[in-house]
């Protein structure tokens, strides 16, 4: 019978353990880690906006940001068409080079494969949030506009 007891006790342990580990990993599933092997494929995702941020382990203005991050990443979870990443430059450095960081941490918009801003901007949600749907409504009139100049030319 202890020995029950004891199986069942460790059941609900590893059933708990489980669990928690499933709550803690969704709440960061708003933010996608972007490496050397999948930055380009994500970017480059058709009429997909990133917005990315860009970030060593060791920077003190990084480790300031906090839960901003993914309290963005969560605020954008419901956006059609716009994704948010980040980047580990300590362990990306041939990436971030590529993309031209200089100092973090940074926050570009990328769209179609192609920058097309850079945020400078207060670092609070609701600013991040405002920032990238203008960019994304530029990015998106642009390529309307390249369609209709292609479609004019036929």
């Known amino acids: ?16 353990s489980l669990l928690l580990s499933t709550l803690v990993h969704d709440s960061r599933a708003e933010v996608i880690t972007l490496t050397e092997s999948t930055f380009s494929d994500k970017v480059k995702e058709k009429d997909t906006v990133w917005f ?16 901003l991050w993914e309290d963005f990443g969560k605020t954008m979870e419901g956006e059609d068409e716009i994704e948010v990443g ?5 362990t990306n450095k041939p990436l971030c080079s590529k993309v031209k ?7 570009k ?12 901007g207060t670092r609070d949600v609701e600013s991040m949030r405002t920032f ?7 990015a ?13 030319d036929l």
């Open 1 to 16: 019978m202890k020995d029950d007891h004891r199986s069942l006790l460790i059941s609900i342990l590893l059933i708990s």
């Open 109 to 120: 918009v990328f769209y179609n494969g192609e920058e097309v801003a850079r945020y400078r």
């Open 52 to 67: 990315v941020k860009f970030c060593v382990p060791w920077c003190k203005h990084c480790k300031n940001l906090g839960s």
């Open 86 to 90: 980040e980047v580990d430059c300590g």
């Open 132 to 138: 990238v749907l203008e960019e994304a409504e530029k």
């Open 101 to 107: 960081i200089g100092s973090y941490p940074s926050f």
């Open 140 to 152: 998106a009139a642009a390529v309307a506009d390249a369609q209709l100049e292609d479609d004019k």
